[in-house]
């Protein structure tokens, strides 16, 4: 039993008290300025507005007011927060740490950090944390295939925490795990973040070949999209190795199990079937703009194909090598033909040297 | 350019005439005697029967009994017979046998050889050949994410060849590559041929999770999903490197690739979803038996079984490490309740070493 403060009551972050209410934790859901409405709901014991489902009963909630509240003895703290802001929220709670603090991250993404440069998110915690805790505080970071809404339920789930140190991962998974919501652990957090953040990258792809019927007579392209599939894992394992990873998370939950998950549906694969119907990327994003639908694998394409450049001209990697980062970016950000670049990649692909 | 013939008129075996067909190869498609409807229509210049498609017009077919025809002159055969029929087959076909001859095969699964021993099917063929051919003639495996039909209707399609003579294969994909079907090769043809059997036993679980909604409130089981496919490559790579294989092809597209396929729909997925449902195996093989269906899942998973119980006691691997076989099997073969061991299998895989 701890005491574990989730910040953030968006889906994964209050889908997440769940496992750890179930194994008696005091868990308390504090929410952003956004998130009122949610609090609101789950003070007042009705259904999460996200989920339309409750959150277990044990669960306190406070607004974004009550941080202080919130954190009051807390001995956990999980990350909950989108990308973009999470840099800018966890400073907010930088003044409440205290060493042997573990904080976890339900994050998954690429940011600038402060230098201005693409990182992964574990940076843009570690970056913000004052010297003196620099090497007391140990993060956790979540992956794998794990839809928040299923956690809520209660479906047979199984995911990985990463961290630099294993006892702290280990830690939280004694903490969290329950009969349904199962962890394994690795001391890879490169390559479980690159997972996190690449596979809705590379569902691009995959949505694309779902699209393709709609402009070939309704042939079906499911081969297509099985060979994608393989080479988006080879790709991540690149890079995940070029970045001082390696292939375990990739073969893992975070990369094999997590693009499965993600390929089945979802906004990113939405973005590339729009575009595999015959829309260029600028008209399927503006499409997805006026719904109001933000797609983490579009700036994902960005952020990985940047980040594949810098590893080249580093000599970590060879972007040859990354012949299907390299048309999704082309496809995505030079409106590139969506079919005719697909079929030749295929054919890049298949010919070049799939390291695993 | 080559004179190849292909021995069955069945799905694959009349898809695989498109790529050479394409490439100007001189294709015979041989039909075994059930196949005599089709090379009726193929002769007429109708559409396949099994696609509603038509072949190449330059493709020549061959009823049953012009085998003699439909081998003269050829360089090249391609098995492409249900697994059960495989070994009668190729025994017809072994007068007619020469040295330097490629065999190729698109048949995927288990069989017993003569010793009543359960083997892949390269044994099945290897056992056939004369003494003075053993070491003249080479077989060519094919595997990957490859739906007939799409072969056919020219969908980029990527797939792997695999030869213990890799020089056969690159010949054999010199013949056959063409700008949508894209071929790599292999050595390893043990970690090809345990993907292509194993994916379909594996695939059975996957429908499971797809199911489970049935019987669960509607809950969609994604999360599962993800999980069990993330241990089905893990466990054929187990099984792989056990029987003398690498985790290439398991890795690549016979493995992950074929599996992101075969999970998408099928006959494997639809027996797996009426157990998710909550029917016992039992009731769920005879309700497919009833509508004349068969399911190379359901077989795939008691030989995949035994042949892991005949490893283990050979000390080649522990079946401790692969729970997920073992549980399909006590599902699929003892009416084990398919949701509560899945709970279960989920929890243990993720307990496990990953090997990966």
Chains 1, 2 share one sequence.
């Not at 209050?14 to 859901?29: C, E, I, Q, W, Y």
């Not at 280990?170 to 652990?185: C, G």
């Not at 810098?310 to 082309?330: A, I, Q």
Request: some cysteine.
């Amino acid at each position: 039993m701890a005491k574990i403060t989730i910040i953030g009551a968006g889906a994964m972050g209050s889908a997440f008290t769940k496992p750890l209410a179930d194994n008696g934790n005091d868990v308390r859901l504090w929410g952003t300025h956004l998130d009122d409405f949610i609090i609101d709901a789950v003070k007042a014991g009705k259904n999460h507005p996200k989920h339309n489902f409750p959150l277990p009963p044990s669960v306190k909630a406070f607004y974004h007011q009550e941080l202080n509240l919130a954190l009051q003895g807390t001995d956990i703290i999980i990350m909950a927060i989108t990308s973009d802001a999470l840099g800018d929220v966890f400073e907010s709670i930088v003044p409440y740490l205290k060493s042997d603090m573990i904080i976890g991250s339900v994050t998954k993404g690429f940011n600038y950090n402060k230098d201005n440069k693409i990182v992964l998110l574990p940076e843009i915690l570690s970056e913000r944390l004052p010297t003196e805790l620099k090497n007391s505080l140990d993060f956790v970071f979540v992956a794998g295939p794990c839809k928040a809404i299923e956690v809520l339920w209660g479906v047979p789930t199984a995911v990985t925490y990463a961290s630099t140190n294993i006892n702290a991962a280990n830690k939280l998974r004694q903490l969290a795990q329950t009969n349904v919501y199962n962890i394994n652990t690795t001391d890879d957090v490169i390559g479980t973040e690159i997972c996190a953040a690449m596979k809705n990258a590379y569902c691009v792809g995959l949505g694309m070949a779902e699209g393709f019927p709609k402009q070939k007579d309704g042939f079906l392209h499911k081969n297509t999209k099985g060979a994608l599939f393989t080479y988006a894992v080879a790709e991540m394992g690149i890079l995940s190795q070029a970045l001082g990873g390696t292939l375990g998370p990739v073969l893992g939950l975070p990369g094999i199990g997590d693009l499965e998950l993600t390929g089945e549906a979802g906004r990113n694969r939405t973005l590339g079937e729009a575009i595999g119907t015959g829309l260029s990327a600028s008209q399927a994003i503006l499409k997805m703009k006026e719904n109001d639908i933000t797609v983490e694998g579009y700036p994902a394409i960005k952020f990985g194909y940047y980040i594949m450049k810098e590893l080249e001209s580093n000599h970590r990697l060879d972007s040859k090598d990354m012949p299907l980062l390299t048309g999704l970016y082309h496809i995505l950000y030079e409106d590139a033909s969506g079919y005719e670049n697909i079929k030749k990649l295929v054919t890049l692909c298949t010919a070049g040297n799939n390291p695993l």
